[in-house]
């Protein structure tokens, strides 16, 4: 609302803050306007205790123009380009922050599952040939055609025979004749072992034989070492390869290396049933 009034306009104005009234109130907005004059008309509004707004109205030499500076606690104003980058590099920084430790946090989960499965893998393993070694029996499945002698126990660096005790999830139970074998798998090894009914020291061969079983495989290297009684009846160094096939040995150890180069833990099982035909000797050559 506006009125004139012998030259002197005044306007009520209502701003944030406050009401500001026309004329002499406790907040009002009054002015005078000039065409011509040094100073141009005054122009003065209060519109809350705390901000006051004043201003010069007016088309004189020296002041043309609306000028009103802002003061007080409840200013408003914006930001300055520097805080603007300012602000933008902290959030970037921030985020970059965020995003590696996401990164390296998902990286320690996943080297963890790798490392717990290959542990569960060798305790598989190990667990599975420590049993079948400790269950090995002095049975006879073959003979030996240089020597005549019942074959109970047969071992090279990369393969073993023997027979123990199948258990019932795997097949119908009763004597087993174990084959432990190293098989090439493009650059690397694989560990298999193939199960065969024994039956009156000989082998049955079955009408639908069953494949071998894969044990472990992305190998380096596999090797198998015996160990016997000496001459002097005292425990003797391991052998390569075990030359008294008719006797058990009384340990065995089981060594395995993965393709990246680390080492499973040694296995060594002793054969508590290495006495019943004897403990061979070790042969030294």
């Known amino acids: 609302m506006s009125a004139e009034r012998g030259g002197l306009v005044e306007r009520a104005i209502r701003v944030p803050g406050g009401q500001l009234v026309a004329g002499g109130a406790e907040r009002g907005v009054c002015g ?12 003065a509004v209060v519109g809350h205790p705390e901000r006051v707004v004043r ?32 602000a933008t590099a902290l959030l970037a920084a921030g985020l970059a922050l965020a995003f590696a430790t996401l990164r390296a946090a998902t990286a320690a989960a996943t080297r963890g599952e790798a490392i717990a499965a290959r542990s569960e893998r060798m305790r598989a393993v190990e667990g599975f040939l420590r049993a079948r070694l400790a269950a090995t029996r002095p049975v006879a499945f073959a003979l030996d055609a240089d020597s005549g002698l019942a074959q109970r126990f047969s071992g090279e660096p990369d393969r073993m025979r023997f027979v123990a005790d ?24 694989r560990l298999t072992v193939a199960l065969t009914v024994v039956q009156g020291g000989e082998v049955v061969e079955e009408p639908d034989p069953r494949a071998p079983e894969l044990l472990a495989e992305g190998l ?35 060594d395995l290396q993965d393709a ?15 006495g019943s035909y004897g403990a061979a000797p070790e042969i030294v050559h």
């Open 220 to 254: 380096r290297m596999v090797r198998f070492r015996y160990r016997a009684m000496d001459a002097d009846n005292r425990l003797g160094e391991w052998q390569e390869q075990w030359r008294t096939p008719e006797a058990l040995p009384l340990q065995v150890e089981i």
């Open 32 to 43: 005078r306007m000039q065409g011509a004059g040094r100073g141009g008309g005054a122009l």
């Open 260 to 274: 990246d180069g680390r080492d499973w833990p040694p296995l060594v099982v002793a054969l508590p049933l290495a």
């Open 166 to 189: 199948l258990p019932d999830y795997l097949g119908h139970g009763g004597p087993y004749l174990h084959e432990l074998a190293l098989e090439r798998d493009g650059d690397a090894l």
């Open 55 to 86: 201003g010069r109205l007016g088309g004189g030499r020296r002041g043309g123009g609306l000028r009103i500076p802002v003061a007080g606690r409840g200013t408003l104003r914006g930001f300055t380009l520097i805080e603007v980058l300012l």
